[in-house]
């Protein structure tokens, strides 16, 4: 069972977490803040023990046992238009990726877009969506899920996935993960107001497959070259022979 008292004791933020939903279920922690209509404050973060239509990026399903993992949203509604998406759900797996750091002493890895990887494998996967209205973005929903304490996993998977847990041998505080994530976070979100440079740089200070070679899926087609960097909106350059060409989405694997 989620502690919110632990939560909160731990939670060094000005606006993220600050209104703090707690569910048993929802379909999705995402679609929960998406299609909610009421005005709700900006930073307002959803969690749930259980998702009954978790998704994925690519359309993928997102599947996490109940009261083992993290599975939550952040909404943002205000200084959207200082802000990149594409940033910020860099900034949502650099959080993640430090948050786990600095509790476990793991040492994490990026992977493009918004993966956050131990030994190779899945910990934590994050899929950002928006709705607007008219040309203006009104509202950014992060999602956010976390392997935490789930040990077991049955299914197809495009990477193999692991847990904190599983890593560490022991079971985590979920509680203190989320306060440490949320708290990292809103640390990063200032951070892009004033300048993006500093959170793209250490994005791929914490990514080792840039200079690899590798391949990327794109739906059915598949395209064969070196992940050269992340251009200035946080996209893939993948350098094909002596041609640079900018990837927006994808699944990459390192050729070894
Ligand atoms: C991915 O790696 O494909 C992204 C996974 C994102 C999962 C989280 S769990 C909380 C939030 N609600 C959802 O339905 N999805 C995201």
Partial sequence: MFNIENFDIKLETNFLGRNFIYSE?????NSYLLKNTTELKHGTTIFSEYQSEGR????RPWNSTKGQNLTFSVLLNKNLHKLNP???????????SYAIENLF????????????????KKVSGIL??????????????IGIGVNANQTKYTGEFKIQPTSIKFELKREIARERLLSEILNVFEDLISQLIKSPKKILSEWRDNCRMIGE???IEIGEEKKYGIFYDLDANGFMILKIGDK?????SGDITVRR
Avoid: F
């Fill in 56 to 59: 994925g990026r690519l359309k």
């Fill in 128 to 141: 950002l969506e928006s709705s607007s209205k008219g040309s203006d973005i009104e509202k950014i929903v």
């Fill in 25 to 29: 279920e929802v379909a999705s922690t």
């Fill in 105 to 120: 002493q793991l040492k994490t890895d990026l992977k493009w877009p918004n993966d956050v990887l131990i030994n190779n």
């Fill in 86 to 96: 594409n940033h910020i759900s860099l900034a949502a797996s650099l959080a993640v």
């Fill in 244 to 248: 640079l060409e900018k990837i927006t």
């Fill in 213 to 215: 070679a590798v391949t």
